[in-house]
C-alpha cells in the first residue's frame, strides 16, 4: 500500500520561505511521477510542480522561479523547496503520486496535506 505524508507547512510573512516534504512508503511500482498539488478554499486544486521518474520537471506558471521541487532517493522523499511566497500561495499543499495501474489507467495516491499560509 502506497503512503505518503506531507510536513514543512507554516505560517510565513510574505517573501518568506518555507520547505515541504513528502515521505514515500509502500510497495510502488510503475510510477509515472510525483509532485506537489495545492487548493486554497472555494478554489480548484491546481498542479504545482511534477518530478517524473524520467528527471524531467514541470511547474505551474505562477510559481516558476520562486518553487523548486527535489527528492532524495535514500530517505524515499520529495521535496518542495517555496521562495518569495506571496499571499496567493496561501494554500493545503498536497503531495501527489502517479502511477500505471491495470487497463492503461493512471493511478493517484495524495497525503493528506499540510497547511501553508502566507500573510502579514
Known amino acids: 500500500q502506497v503512503q505518503l505524508v506531507e510536513s514543512g507547512g507554516g505560517l510565513v510573512q510574505p517573501g518568506g520561505s518555507l520547505r515541504l516534504s513528502c515521505v514515500v512508503s509502500?510497495?510502488?511500482?510503475?510510477?509515472?511521477?510525483m509532485g506537489w498539488h495545492r487548493q486554497a478554499p472555494g478554489k480548484e486544486r491546481e498542479l504545482v510542480a511534477t518530478?517524473?521518474?524520467?528527471?524531467?520537471?514541470n511547474y505551474a506558471s505562477s510559481v516558476k522561479g520562486r518553487f523548486t521541487i527535489s527528492r532524495d532517493n535514500a530517505k524515499n522523499t520529495v521535496y518542495l523547496q517555496m521562495n518569495s511566497l506571496k499571499p496567493e500561495d496561501t494554500a493545503v499543499y498536497y503531495c501527489?503520486?502517479?502511477?500505471?495501474?491495470?487497463?492503461?489507467?493512471?493511478?493517484?495516491?495524495w497525503g493528506q496535506g499540510t497547511q501553508v499560509t502566507v500573510s502579514s
Open positions: 509502500g510497495s510502488i511500482f510503475n510510477i509515472n511521477a
Open positions: 518530478f517524473t521518474t524520467g528527471g524531467s520537471t
Open positions: 501527489n503520486l502517479k502511477r500505471f495501474g491495470n487497463f492503461g489507467s493512471l493511478l493517484n495516491y
